[in-house]
């Protein structure tokens, strides 16, 4: 079997027994409880999207590794074609589920760990390429959802790992077996790690000499032992506790962005799953190709996915009250297009500058620069974005009663008489509660922050622009002497 259906996957999720934590008590079954269901639901939607054959290019690619039809998150780029149809399919699953791909950060580490485990072969003549295509080519014959852990819980952050007080804040080595390694520790703000079949582990950041033991890179089973997940917890998350019909809710099938704190507390992993232990050196170059991949989607892509929907939903927030032909909210949805447009132009650009890296490992990541402005780009501009739906919603986004309110036989006609507008009360309080969803919501921090936060961004620019050359070229047509 080289393609999961949805169907399939969800029986998988029902075999699942991971240790899950979430809003105060244990999840014995991820599909019972309302929370963890709907980050299972949208992951099932993403197997469904590959079974459907107008969006085969998108989903599927062929595995270099057997020729295999492949699920794409599951692909290791060759070309740039590759690149570009990854992108695509993180636009396409954006505007799907309006949440996380949650196979998407374990794509694009599994292409860092790609290129990195090559280069470390050739460089050090360890088998570490070896055992990652081993595990791939299980993954994808087994159409495996695998999530990408790279955030350390990282304690003080103006310490090292080994200078922190509490060591679990990163990631590391406890002992090394004939057998394996046992590692221990906490990845936070895991996406979808609950209802992965694995997780792909990478270290958080560059590394030094002395800090070989959080030096690893390592893929981990669901449901390993000693292996806990803590799940975020939030006013959305109650709400959908608390509501019964999900029907009422802002993204009612598949919920917010549900990530998951995830505690190692001493994992054993097979030697065969092991892809980097202790060779500090690399541990940087596989985070930035990670981040290579990761920004181009993730901010270039994704996001732009999520603004399409919430520009769906402003327009017909702004038809429902009669305002769609005033002139000021024509400019103001102009803006939410020309925001997420211009980060999807990056996006496109990062694939089509895409490169074999490092040469000769058939490996093809996006071009750094243009991921990071794709990334950059759509952190300032979703909130340009999510602040034009609230200004166009009105402030019924927030000040909506309760969907279920409307049949009730006292309060519902009053309700109905109060904000029937240009279409009645029950589809403007429906669209108002989808941008609830995106405006009062999660999203913006949310889109701040993953794919790593702008600073990181504004970093790589400072690395990777030429500025003398600017400089050389501003004097040249001045006349000016070098
Ligand atoms: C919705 C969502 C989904 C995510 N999914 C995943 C996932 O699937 N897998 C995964 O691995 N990660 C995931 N992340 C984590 C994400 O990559 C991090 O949130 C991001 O890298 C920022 O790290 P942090 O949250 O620890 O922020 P912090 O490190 O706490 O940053 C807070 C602020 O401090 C600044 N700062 C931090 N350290 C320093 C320093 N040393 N020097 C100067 N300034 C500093 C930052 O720039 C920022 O302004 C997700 C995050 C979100 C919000």
Same mark, same amino acid.
């Given at each position: 079997m080289a393609l999961k259906t949805a169907q399939q996957y969800l029986d998988d999720m029902e075999k699942l027994v991971p240790r899950v934590y979430c809003g105060g008590k244990w999840v014995k079954n991820l599909l019972e409880n309302p929370v963890t269901r709907s980050m299972v639901m949208a992951n099932s939607m993403i197997y469904a999207l590959a079974e459907d054959p107008k969006n085969k290019e998108v989903m599927v690619a062929t595995s270099h590794l057997t020729g295999e039809p492949i699920n794409r998150n599951l692909n290791v780029a060759r070309n740039i074609h590759d690149l570009d149809m990854r992108q695509e399919m993180a636009l396409l699953t954006s505007q799907s589920?309006?949440?996380?791909?949650?196979r998407c950060v374990g794509c694009d580490a599994l292409n860092s760990v790609a290129a990195t485990t090559w280069e470390m072969d050739r460089d050090l003549g360890t088998q570490y390429e070896a055992n990652f295509n081993k595990w791939l080519a299980y993954a994808q014959a087994n159409d495996l959802a695998v999530s990408g852990a790279i955030t350390?819980?990282?304690?003080?952050?103006?310490?090292?790992p080994s200078q922190q007080?509490?060591?679990?804040?990163f990631v590391h080595l406890v002992e090394k077996r004939p057998d394996g390694i046992v590692v221990r520790g906490i990845k936070v703000s895991q996406s979808g790690a609950i209802g992965s079949h694995e997780t792909l582990v990478l270290p958080g950041g560059a590394l030094r000499e002395g800090e070989e033991k959080f030096a690893l890179a390592f893929a981990v089973q669901n449901s390993a032992p000693g292996l806990t997940y803590i799940c975020q917890y939030n006013a959305y998350s109650a709400e959908r506790e608390a #509501? &019964?019909?999900?029907?009422?809710?802002?993204?009612?099938?598949?919920?917010?962005r549900e990530t998951s704190t995830m505690v190692f507390d001493n994992v054993f992993i097979p030697w065969e799953r092991v892809?980097? #232990? &202790?060779?500090?050196?690399y541990c940087g170059r596989m985070v930035t190709r990670f981040a290579k991949a990761h920004r181009m989607n993730c901010g270039g892509a994704c996001k732009v996915g999520f603004a399409d929907l919430i520009i769906g939903g402003t327009m017909l927030a702004a038809e429902y009250i009669g305002v769609e032909k005033v002139p000021h909210i024509q400019e103001k949805i102009i803006d939410m297009v020309r925001f997420s447009e211009t980060s999807h132009a990056c996006a496109i650009a990062a694939a089509m500058r895409g490169r074999e890296?490092?040469?000769?490992?058939?490996v093809y990541l996006p071009d750094d620069l243009f991921g990071n402005a794709a990334k950059l780009n759509i952190a300032h501009g979703f909130w340009e974005i999510i602040k034009n739906a609230g200004d166009i919603g009105g402030g019924l986004v927030v000040t909506m009663p309760r969907?279920?309110?409307?049949?009730?036989?006292?309060v519902g006609p009053m309700l109905k008489k109060a904000f029937?507008?240009?279409?009645p009360a029950d589809k403007r309080m429906k669209v108002a509660k989808f941008l609830q969803h995106w405006?009062?919501?999660?999203?913006g921090p949310g889109t701040w922050h993953?794919?790593?936060?702008p600073q990181t961004q504004r970093f790589m620019f400072t690395v990777l622009t030429d500025f003398d050359a600017k400089k050389k070229m501003a004097k040249k047509l001045m006349q000016m002497e070098d």
């Open positions: 589920v309006g949440t996380c791909n949650y350390d819980a990282k304690g003080d952050r103006r310490k090292r007080e509490e060591v679990d804040t #509501c &019964g019909d999900v029907c009422e809710l802002g993204n009612p099938l598949y919920g917010q892809f980097l #232990c &202790g060779e500090t050196k890296e490092p040469k000769g490992s058939g969907m279920k309110d409307l049949d009730d036989p006292e029937g507008a240009a279409a405006s009062a919501g999660l999203h993953g794919a790593g936060a």
